[in-house]
């Protein structure tokens, strides 16, 4: 398994709360466009001692952000939103200059970005930042904590049992899932999503080492159209190794549909 890429579409705009409306122009057709564009940049203006912001913690910040625009004093046009926020590094929970500018900052710091528009709200706009908009950002680091999931013993769980063929040992399989920490605390105990399959769905071989444990072992008989949520303790997963947005020692949660069984 299981590549580590960001699956998820950036749901609204965090950070910026908005409802970001998709817009039909950008700066090359659009000659309202604000004045300047930038490169992803940052500028540490104190460096805090406390615990160093990674990919996969759980952080809380104070920000406020600006319009870029070239002149200014520091390229500060007008104020566009504040706030403070509380989310997973490198979850897609919040704009990607966020993600990014983010990492390697000390609790107790505060860090100057400025953020080009494919990192902030790219065609997307919201009340008071154009399309295709450059930001700056002032960001205070609050809190940076691992995220630590909740324990489950090892679960199996037919949330649609299929008509089709049983998956067997040896078979080849194509699935569609998605995997996330296991946390008692959320709806349907799904906190932060790690992983899903694409449009083309992900293909394996069952029980041939190529995934994690709990999937060659949690997959095996389930029939094909059928949808199986699988709870897998960290030593049928990814143990002691920290991977991405996975901590340590976490407890996963999958949802899976079988598409097909190919006995090989
Ligand atoms: C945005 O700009 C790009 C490159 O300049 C262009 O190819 C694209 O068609 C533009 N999109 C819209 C929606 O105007
Ligand atoms: C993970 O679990 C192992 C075994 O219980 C333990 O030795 C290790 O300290 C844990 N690692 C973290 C980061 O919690």
Redesign the pocket.
């Known amino acids: 398994m299981i590549s580590m890429k960001r699956g998820l579409a950036m749901v609204a705009v965090v950070g910026l709360t908005v409802g970001g409306t998709p817009a039909c122009s950008n700066s090359s057709s659009n000659p309202f466009a604000p004045g300047g564009t930038a490169f992803f940049s940052f500028t540490d203006i104190s460096l805090g001692s406390g615990a160093t912001a990674a990919t996969g913690n759980r952080v809380v910040m104070d920000y406020v952000a600006w319009l870029f625009e070239d002149g200014p004093s520091e390229n500060k046009g007008p104020q566009v939103d504040s706030g403070t926020l509380t989310f997973v590094v490198g979850a897609n929970q919040v704009i990607g200059g966020f993600d990014q500018g983010v990492l390697g900052m000390r609790v107790g710091g505060r860090r100057k970005l400025i953020i080009p528009p494919d990192l902030a709200l790219g065609y997307n706009e919201a009340a008071g930042i154009p399309v295709d908009s450059s930001l700056v950002a002032e960001l205070e680091l609050l809190d940076a904590q ?1 995220v630590v999931t909740d324990t489950a013993p090892f679960t199996i769980i037919d949330l649609t049992v299929g008509t089709g063929s049983a998956a067997a040992t040896g078979d080849r399989l194509l699935v569609a899932y998605g995997g996330w920490l296991y946390d008692e605390s959320q709806p349907d105990n799904k906190g932060t999503q790690f992983d899903s399959s694409d449009s083309n769905g992900f293909t394996f071989t069952l029980s041939a080492g190529q995934v994690i444990a709990g999937w060659d072992e949690g997959l095996i008989g389930m029939r094909e159209d059928g949808e199986r949520r699988l709870i897998i303790p ?1 030593e049928l997963a990814y ?2 190794s ?1 991977r991405g947005l996975i ?3 976490a407890t996963l949660l999958f949802d899976i549909t079988l598409l097909t069984t190919t006995p090989q």
Request: net charge neutral; aromatic share 0%.
């Open positions: 691992v960290p143990g002691a920290a901590p340590a020692n």
